[in-house]
């Protein structure tokens, strides 16, 4: 201490100033090639649709810098500690117990990226082989990003381990060093037995990571890349090529684009003007406002998705004149959280296009089959909504005059018009889903500067690292996810995992049931969309041989994992919500169970009646 002021240690100095640095090297890259994505892709729809002279070079261009930017944008989330990951066990144990599984957490974390490291390299020297038809670029230009994105993200975790105390670094360390050793040592005891080691790695050591708070992502490659190097010779650059594989999707190119959408229709006032339309239209009525937050959820979530958006855009609209009305605050993050996981199925949902990527499933047929499956859903909470209202205070509320209606939605609906033309174009084979993400961010951004005359631009820059730092949290986990599934397909637990299915007792039943409990199990320990990629490709194929749809299955399955995302305790959606309403998540533990009970009996619905999720295709 001097003059009552903490010094901080050299090491810690240093940590801080390398961040700065890391932070800036990512940052700035990964913002401007936001922008670069968003404008070659809209000249490419331009070109095709309103000059009819389509541009052959701009998919090839956004993929090689689709690649650069979901790595550095996963740098960016290390950096911000923004990678999905469990923390709810962790949480409960003393400070430092919680430390030293900080530092584990982290060396897992540097010990993943430097294995992975060399084989990147190598990876990228074999695809100089490679040149891209239209450009005419060697593959290697583009692969380089991850090698590059590793590496950054191995200074990154150095940084993060020198702000620990030395103990606890040194505790990290030696557990981790002991526990290669052990696998190391024991690899021939462990070749003995069989497919037991698929439990060993991915049940307990992937399990204990995913506890202990390790990014899920990270987790998912740790475990396979500990699999492969320790019970198999095949080169770890097919972990680099699987990852590659899962990342460079073109159906994924949308992923940045909708997150963009939804930072940009929260900063133009557009879901604002939505939500007050819907609060003068229902608002008087006892129940309204829970009314308005279900039927805003639903149609922000039309034009983001992503929850977390989602939610950030009309929880703080509502949520102070629902507690003047008397609402209890858990109350109203119980519900947020609920609806929540009734949009997950609303296009475009981020999980929609995920599945569509990993399955091979139409974008526009999953597009089509999401909006019933989420009506049902919002119609189960408002009943449960209604019930629960009856403290709610009405005194002094009236219903507007028509013309205040008349003029709210007016206002609105310039915004009312962008999930519209969403949804039909991709429906209707119009357009993409990355055409119609570039479409709905130029005319949002028009919509903010001459409607709504919202357009901040010192907010922009924030928002396009926050859409990089988001979109490369989702694909890191993708990558590594799909590398897993391949490790997990080429010892042949899918053919046993297909097999173990399609026997299972009452046929399609039967597998939609056992389906529903693993996806509510998944959703709250994995989150959705690293269970959906892992399992997707696994579980679909015996979907169809069992006789169920692929599209209700999809319904299925999303929406289970979306009950799991926003359970308490483990599901991270739930915390999400508690965050965004700035309520403590102990206020709404107890009130939430009637609003998931209502999730859950539209889900069986659902389940049941597949007309909900398949009524309308063609």
């Given amino acids: 201490m001097a003059g009552g002021v903490a010094i901080e240690p050299a090491s810690g100095q240093f940590a801080g100033l390398a961040e700065r640095v890391l932070r800036l090297i990512a940052e700035i890259p990964a913002a401007l090639l936001v922008v670069a994505e968003i404008v070659v892709l809209f000249a490419g729809v331009m070109a095709r649709y309103v000059f009819h002279a389509p541009l052959i070079w701009t998919d090839e261009l956004a993929s090689i810098l689709f690649l650069w930017l979901a790595m550095l944008g996963s740098v960016i989330a290390l950096q911000r500690g923004q990678h999905m990951r469990l923390t709810a066990i962790v949480a409960g144990f003393s400070p430092a ?99 037991l080691n698929l439990v060993l790695f ?125 609402m209890h605050e858990g109350e109203l993050v119980s519900l947020l959280a609920a609806s929540g996981a009734m949009s997950e199925t609303i296009p475009p949902s981020l999980v929609l296009i995920t599945i569509g990527s990993v399955t091979g499933v139409s974008i526009a047929a999953l597009f089509t089959g999401g909006l019933l499956p989420a009506l049902v859903l919002a119609i189960a909470l408002a009943v449960i909504s209604r019930w629960r209202s009856g403290a709610e205070n009405l005194g002094g509320i009236r219903r507007p005059p028509w013309g205040t209606i008349g003029k709210a939605f007016v206002v609105a609906l310039p915004a009312l018009i962008l999930p519209v033309i969403i949804r039909t174009a991709v429906i209707e084979g119009i357009a993409t889903a990355t055409e119609v993400s570039t479409i709905g961010i130029v005319y949002s951004a028009v919509a903010g500067l001459l409607i709504y005359r919202q357009f901040p631009l010192r907010r922009l820059y924030p928002m396009l690292v926050e859409t990089a730092a988001l979109s490369g949290a989702i694909l890191l986990i993708i990558g590594t996810a799909t590398a897993m599934a391949w490790a997990l397909t080429q010892s042949g637990f899918s053919r046993q995992l297909a097999a173990t299915m399609a026997s299972m007792p009452g046929g399609a039943i039967g597998f939609m049931a056992v389906s529903v409990v693993a996806f509510i199990v998944l959703g709250s320990v994995l989150e959705g969309i690293p269970a959906i990629v892992l399992f997707g490709p696994l579980l679909f194929p015996s979907a169809r041989a069992a006789g169920i749809h692929e599209v209700h299955y999809a319904m299925v399955v999303i929406l289970a994992m979306g ?15 508690c965050a965004i309403g700035r309520v403590s998540p102990d206020a709404a533990m107890r009130r939430i169970w009637p609003y998931l009970l209502a999730v859950l009996a539209g889900l069986i619905i659902v389940a049941v009646v597949p007309w909900f999720s398949i009524g309308f295709l063609s």
């Fill in 97 to 195: 117990a919680r430390d030293r599984a900080e530092a584990l957490a982290t060396l897992g974390v540097a010990v993943f990226l430097a294995m992975v490291l060399l084989p990147a390299i190598d990876y990228a020297s074999d695809q100089w082989f490679i040149e891209t038809p239209a450009l005419g670029l060697h593959d290697t230009w583009r692969v380089l990003a991850v090698p590059a994105g590793c590496a950054l993200m191995v200074l990154t975790a150095l940084s993060r381990l020198l702000r620990l105390s030395w103990k606890d670094a040194l505790f990290g360390l030696l557990v981790v060093v002991v526990l290669g050793l052990a696998l190391k040592l024991g690899a021939p005891a462990l070749k003995t037995l069989g497919n």
């Fill in 202 to 326: 991915f049940v307990v050591l992937l399990g204990a990571a995913v506890l202990l708070s390790v990014p899920i992502g990270f987790a998912f490659g740790l475990a396979t890349l500990a699999y492969l190097a320790v019970l198999t010779r095949t080169p770890l650059t097919i972990v680099v090529s699987r990852m590659d594989e899962g990342m460079s999707s073109l159906i994924l190119l949308a992923v940045p684009l909708f997150v963009f959408l939804g930072l940009l229709i929260e900063m133009t006032g557009m879901a604002k003007a939505m939500v007050g339309f819907l609060a003068a239209w229902l608002g008087h009525i006892r129940g309204g406002l829970s009314y308005v937050l279900l039927g805003a959820m639903y149609l922000v979530s039309g034009i983001s998705g992503a929850k977390a958006a989602d939610m950030a855009a009309v929880a703080p609209v509502l949520f102070p004149e629902m507690k003047r009305r008397g």
């Fill in 563 to 577: 009950i799991g995302l926003f359970a308490p305790p483990f599901g991270v959606g739930y915390y999400a919500a």
